[in-house]
């Protein structure tokens, strides 16, 4: 080996150090900003490594490229608010899914034109663009819906699934034809076609309340895509971070799954959330009213409380409360209440989402604890306040069988003295039901925007 090519294979047995690492401190929220950090150097350090192959004789292209890119990326994350996490997140799937793409089109052009690859290249191109072009579609789809332009309901047509096993059958037909005899670029354009055409069929029966699933569900494509372009282009670096962002996306996936009580099949075959509308008049359809609280009332009992547990929920993320939040919890602070959230795995609309949100305020991340570490507080705190949130607290999940969410593992904020839910209106989450938690004997509802709720509530207390 020459000098170059030990640097090369060093460097990317580093890079591949830094990504295993990178994803252990990723675990937690103290070491999750190194770990970026670090699996950031990490791609640096393999992407420095690669640019010295000798297989490059021209530099232009690529130079243009990383400009592009770098100014794109800049402007992104200096541009998009932290309520576009998910969109971005989805983005970025998709670009990851498109780019394993045109590596498998660029390669089958090239050895189309000569008497085609090995079958092991042949079926790695192939798999490339399948995987590829499913992320890039899925997950321009599934940005859409988290961005409003797409409904985000499911949508769901007749034969839908007839329809979708058919297109599956006759991408498999084509590849297969392809493995035989390779040189047919019509043959090929049909692939890539039907392709993206499958992952917009894949991801449009799906509704907004599994979004966190599929966005990870899309991760593990878009790194499976990744490690099938490395074996196509004999990239190392490539194949291992490839492999570690499928295996951890797959994983997560299962993760979400499990805290919905559901299977990956019932996410993805099932069109969960269509529209069921809510009781009018603030009424259930069983006839019960709900009790409003105005912000005096509230802040008198968060403010003569001993511990107050906050539950975030999309509806934070939408209004940008965050930061009030964070100011209402230093308010009770400062009268000696113990304030602490609950975050459920699938709040939100991405793994995270609500961390990532409590983390821009500064929120202290030891005050921040997941579904199993938090649930037996509920029936010790004086005030559970429920931010937006809507299936996640749905008692409904624990014993009704007919409920779309049943044997979904829900956080206990009924347990709580006094609940206090601050919405815009009675409308359902996107499982389509009614919130029984909203018509509680303990529950009032401060109805409004959940910045402009947060703001009063905290000059309340401060008069209190």
Known sequence: MTAREIFIALAYMIAAACFVVGLIWLQ????????????????????????????????????????????AGAWMARTVPMTGMPQMVG????????ASALIAAAEYFHYAAGKGPALDLTIAILLTMLIGAVTFSGSMIAAGKLQGVVNERAVTYPFQQP??????????????????????????????????????????????????VIICLLNSFSGLAAAMAGFVVKNNALIISGSLVGASGIILTQIM???????IGNVLFSAFGATVTAGAGGKSAAGKTVKPIQADEAAIL?????????????????????HAVRQLADELGKRSVAVKYAIHPVAGRMPGHMNVLLAEANVPYDQLYDMDQINDE?????????????????????????????????????????????????????????????YHDKTRMLFGDAKESLTKLINEVKSV
């Open 302 to 322: 968060l403010a003569y409380a001993q511990l107050v547990i906050i539950v975030p929920g999309y509806g934070m993320a939408v209004s940008q409360a965050q």
């Open 163 to 212: 329809i979708n096993l058919i297109l599956a059958l006759t991408i498999l037909a084509t590849g297969a034809y392809l493995v035989i005899d390779f040189a047919h670029p019509w043959v090929f354009g049909y692939f890539i076609v039907a392709s993206l055409v499958l992952g917009v069929l894949f991801t449009i029966p799906i509704g907004g309340a599994d979004m966190p």
């Open 257 to 263: 799954c499990w805290a919905m009580n559901r299977s």
């Open 91 to 98: 983005l970025l799937n998709g670009f990851g899914g498109a």
């Open 28 to 71: 937690t929220p103290k070491r999750a900003r190194a770990g970026n950090i670090l699996s950031a150097l990490g791609m640096l350090l393999a992407v420095i490594a690669t640019l010295l192959a000798k297989e490059i004789v021209d530099y232009s292209m690529i130079v243009l490229g990383i400009v592009i890119g770098t100014a």
């Open 378 to 438: 509920f029936q010790r705190a004086d005030v559970a306040i429920v931010l937006g949130a809507n299936d996640v607290v749905n008692p409904a999940a624990r014993y009704d069988k007919s409920s779309p969410i049943y044997g979904m593992p829900i956080l206990n904020t009924d347990h709580a003295k006094n609940i206090i839910v601050m919405k815009r209106s009675m409308n359902p989450g996107f499982a389509g039901i009614e919130n029984e938690l909203f």
